[in-house]
């Protein structure tokens, strides 16, 4: 696991790499299925729900619910959909006046594993990266725990 994280034009971007025990496929249905993403896309402790209309222009939305109950609803819209390499799609949290931001997930095989490869960028300032980064590292160790079951 490789993390980045640089200054670009006045706004953040990070940059994870990850390899997934699981063929590229599979990596991305776990990426673009709701019935997967409620798996593993929110970061412990919180419980994810997800709803996905996967299509160019197509929404999603995931709601992350802590033990307490407490949601964080996270919206956006499908940019690109290159089935099974890569996928582009806006990021923005429903109750905060922060712009959009753009997440690119690239997926390259690996022999039998997939290394993705996750930039998000339009994050806008260090601490609102930092906690997007600890929140996609508990969701990629979920991934990886579901894919080695």
């Known amino acids: 696991m490789a993390t980045t994280a640089k200054r670009a034009e006045g706004t953040e971007t990070l940059e994870i790499r990850r390899t997934i025990p699981a063929p590229r496929e599979r990596v991305f249905d776990a990426w673009t299925q709701a019935k997967e993403l409620n798996r593993w896309s929110a970061p412990p402790p919180m419980t994810p729900t ?9 929404r999603y939305r995931i ?72 929140g996609w590292n508990g969701c990629l160790d979920n991934l990886v725990t579901i894919m080695n079951r």
């Open 63 to 134: 709601v992350m619910r802590s033990p307490d109950g407490t949601e964080h609803r996270v919206v956006g819209v499908y940019r690109t959909i290159d089935r099974p390499s890569r996928l582009v799609y806006t990021w923005k949290w429903e109750e905060s006046p922060m712009p959009d931001s753009v997440v690119t997930v690239e997926f390259h095989e690996r022999g039998k594993q997939t290394e993705v490869v996750l930039r998000h960028e339009g994050l806008t300032d260090p601490g609102s990266r930092d906690r997007h980064e600890h």
């Open 50 to 58: 997800a709803e996905v209309d996967l299509r160019v222009g197509g």
